[in-house]
């Protein structure tokens, strides 16, 4: 097993009402639901509990609100060893979700989501907490929170570690305080107009961070890091039955790979392992591998 270590999380967190079809209608067209469930969403939470898989220490810090989706966050936060604190509850709060439909025959998803009423505020930041933790790991939401918890982290010489998955109000300051950052091609696109991996990495690394990996879905991944060549690993040939959270399981497996110190190319690979497995399986937690079978899928891709 490899060196455990305590990572803090700060970001979004939703229950998603996830919708399996037969395929994703067109607008103005009606789709029979096969199967329909609950689970717990978001970028952060998902790959915290990737984390608690592979044997690591987390907590989380969210919003949430006191009503029926709260309490299944609650429930599932305690189910997955994620330690928390209760956010302040606000008279008006109320909790984020997201409507989730996939396709059955190819994991494809569309999402549409509401981050839930409140944000979390930079005075909620509690440096003695914080100086409890080896790494930090957030999405951008909340956005002087996330920038005041990565200046703590990396004062007590932490890592940052930031799953950018669409543009945020103060980009610059964010990805100047983070050490690795890891983000959709889309979203290169999005903010640089190239579709250049190489152009968009290098673009990022300009603004801060240390190591930049950019997911294409089933045409791979690519790590960049400043001063070395870029390297793209093949997306793992599997059958995808659900891609929701596959980028969330990457992120965290990068995350584990990198505080490890793992060479480059070991450092993607593992990731993208980890990502393949999840998209073989249906789910946010019941679909997350853990080590040993991340270990045994890499043995057998040889």
Not at 184 to 212: C, E, K, M, W, Y
Request: net charge negative.
């Amino acid at each position: 097993m490899g060196n455990p270590f305590r990572i803090f999380g700060l970001g979004t967190i939703v229950v998603d009402h996830q919708v399996i079809l037969d395929h994703l209608p067109t607008p103005d067209c009606k789709g029979e639901v096969i199967d329909d469930r609950h689970q717990v969403g978001g970028p952060v939470p998902t790959a915290l509990c990737l984390l608690r898989r592979l044997g690591c220490e987390a907590a989380f810090q969210g919003r949430w609100a006191a009503d029926k989706f709260g309490r299944m966050i609650e429930d599932d936060l305690s189910a997955s060893g994620i330690e928390y604190r209760p956010p302040s509850l606000l008279a008006d709060s109320k909790t984020g979700f997201a409507h989730v439909w996939v396709e059955q025959a190819s994991g494809r998803r569309s999402i549409a989501a509401f981050r839930g009423s409140h944000q979390i505020e930079e005075r909620d930041v509690k440096p003695d907490l914080l100086s409890r933790y080896d790494a930090l790991h957030l999405d951008g939401w909340s956005i002087d929170a996330s920038i005041r918890a990565a200046q703590l982290i990396q004062n007590a010489n932490g890592l940052v570690f930031i799953d950018l998955g669409s543009p945020k109000r103060h980009l610059e300051k964010l990805l100047d305080v983070a050490d690795s950052v890891n983000c959709p091609l889309s979203l290169i696109h999005r903010l640089f107009n190239t579709d250049d991996p190489a152009d968009g990495a290098r673009q990022l690394l300009n603004l801060g961070p240390q190591q930049v990996t950019i997911t294409e879905g089933e045409n791979g991944a690519w790590l960049f890091r400043e001063g070395h060549p870029g390297i793209h690993q093949p997306a793992f040939p599997v059958t995808a039955v659900d891609t929701n959270g596959a980028g969330d399981t990457f992120s965290g497996a990068m995350i584990y790979a990198t505080m490890q110190g793992w060479d480059a190319a070991k450092r993607l690979r593992f990731a993208s392992a980890a990502a393949a497995l999840k998209c073989t399986r249906i789910g946010n937690r019941d679909a997350l591998p853990n080590l040993g079978e991340i270990e045994s899928f890499l043995r057998t891709s040889l």
